[in-house]
């Protein structure tokens, strides 16, 4: 599992000197869904072993045992609760818990054994290890199961159920200390789990680049908890740290939601110095690559349609083109609004004349397109559409009309390239899968504000089935 609704639930805040990149607020509703499903679960995902006994009455042994044992359970109740500057506090009351299986004594019979109420109390905090970083703790002290007596429901032969009667009562005080004991143990076992993942917390969105998500300041309040999470991109093949930190910014308070997710512009450009760096964006045109019916060929006569002098000083040739990123593409947001800017070199090459290409001009390119961001099944994802191109030659601005050949070659074959990585998305945090299983998100709500974009979802657990 990558990511436990539980224990993100349960930090207090630690602080350290980097800022977040990306930013995730857990509600008072997002609580009560993610400890309550959780601790269904590992409940129902405890093993009971199979027991096997001797038992004397009156100078006669009996062999018994109690095998294929399952735990079913109603009327689960639990309150959970943020306390400030600590943590998470946990109680469950459950007023039937059953365990049922067979019993074996001389055959099989189904019997079952309830317990008239089971409660846990526990209490989640969170420490700094030597290094500062956050780890989960729950010391034994912090989580007390208590487990009523069970009590045989077993058949209607009277003749023996005194000796079963007698038979559940040692097996009683057995299952009573495994639960008990099983119980907290599941749960630092779970804690102790995350500890390694939230340190080291990745999602990989291509070949090329990866996201970063450990945990960096988690600060809990009355009625939620914040999480800055680092949220920055790397290459998978050589981990560089970007030049600068993200900047500060403010979750605004939100509560309607289960879970919100706030994506810094710093994370997303992050993601573009990768695929810069790592040379995505550079392509190579040639001729064939236009339509055949397209009427504009790559030759110095249709760019010499809006630069003269290239048709002048080059005339009539056949050109392959070099489309380059100066630098990465910069996202912006605003509110309800998205911008992405991308400086790129055009550099042709004369491959008629002889047999290595001949570079003839650069050309200088500015674009701007205005950007959809959605949320798919998971991802967040993002839809360009080109808004205008600035182009200069020499130093000379020039102008790049939407019917110009440059605009053809950017909104045709450059911006669906850069359109294809960003279309896969990347995934959110806290939807990489849990305890449970995989998480989804129910009715997810996008909001673009001042330097970053806040998601706003419901959550909804998909059972895993594996133990």
Request: proline residues 4%; contains cysteine; hydrophobic residues 40%.
């Amino acid at each position: 599992m990558m990511l436990c609704a539980l224990a993100l639930l349960t930090l207090v805040p630690v602080i350290t000197g980097d800022n977040a990149g990306v930013k995730v607020s857990i509600t008072q509703r997002g609580l009560d869904y993610a400890v309550t499903n959780t601790i269904k679960q590992v409940l129902l995902k405890m093993d009971i072993p199979d027991h096997f006994g001797t038992i004397q009455v009156l100078w006669i042994n009996f062999d018994y045992s109690f095998t294929g044992m399952k735990i079913h359970f109603d009327n689960f109740k639990s309150e959970q609760k943020f306390v400030s500057g600590t943590g998470v506090s946990i109680a469950v009351q459950i007023t039937n818990l059953n365990v049922s299986g067979y019993v074996t004594l001389g055959r099989n019979r189904t019997f079952e054994l309830f317990v008239t109420t089971l409660s846990i109390s526990a209490t989640v905090a969170v420490k700094s290890d030597r290094n500062g970083h956050p780890i989960l703790n729950m010391n034994e002290d912090n989580c007390l199961p208590e487990i009523g007596r069970f009590k045989p429901q077993i058949g209607n032969r009277r003749s023996i159920n005194w000796i079963l009667r007698k038979i559940t009562s040692l097996f009683n005080g057995f299952v009573r200390t495994h639960l008990k004991n099983q119980i907290c143990n599941k749960l630092q076992t779970l804690l102790a789990d995350l500890n390694t993942q939230l340190k080291t917390l990745k999602a990989k969105v291509s070949e090329y680049a990866e996201i970063d998500y450990s945990l960096r300041s988690p600060v809990v309040f009355d009625n939620s908890i914040e999480m800055g999470l680092k949220g920055v991109f790397y290459n998978t093949q050589q981990r560089v740290e970007p030049p600068s930190s993200p900047p500060a910014f403010s979750l605004a308070s939100q509560n309607t939601n289960m879970f919100y997710i706030a994506v810094s512009a710093f994370t997303i450009n992050s993601a573009f110095m990768v695929l810069h760096r790592t040379n995505v964006f550079n392509i190579r045109i040639t001729d064939d690559m236009v339509p055949s019916v397209s009427p504009i060929r790559l030759s110095t006569t249709t760019f010499g349609a809006f630069i003269p002098q290239i048709s002048e000083t080059h005339p009539d040739l056949k050109l392959e083109l070099k489309v380059e990123t100066v630098k990465e593409p910069i996202i912006k947001f605003e509110p309800n609004h998205v911008i992405l800017q991308l400086l790129s070199t055009v550099t042709a090459y004369d491959v008629q004349s002889g047999n290595t290409p001949t570079q003839l001009f650069v050309l200088n390119l500015e674009s701007v397109a205005s950007v959809q961001v959605s949320v798919e099944e998971g991802d967040l994802a993002f839809n360009l559409t080109l808004e205008k191109i600035e182009g200069s030659m020499n130093g000379k601005p020039f102008k790049v009309e939407k019917t110009h050949f440059l605009t053809v070659i950017m909104h045709n074959i450059v911006f669906p390239i850069i359109k294809a990585h960003l279309a896969k998305g990347f995934q959110l945090p806290g939807l990489l899968g849990s305890y449970i299983g995989k998480v989804h998100i129910v009715k997810p709500q996008v909001k673009v504000l001042n330097d970053y974009v806040l998601i706003g979802t419901d959550i909804e657990f998909e059972e895993n089935t594996s133990s």
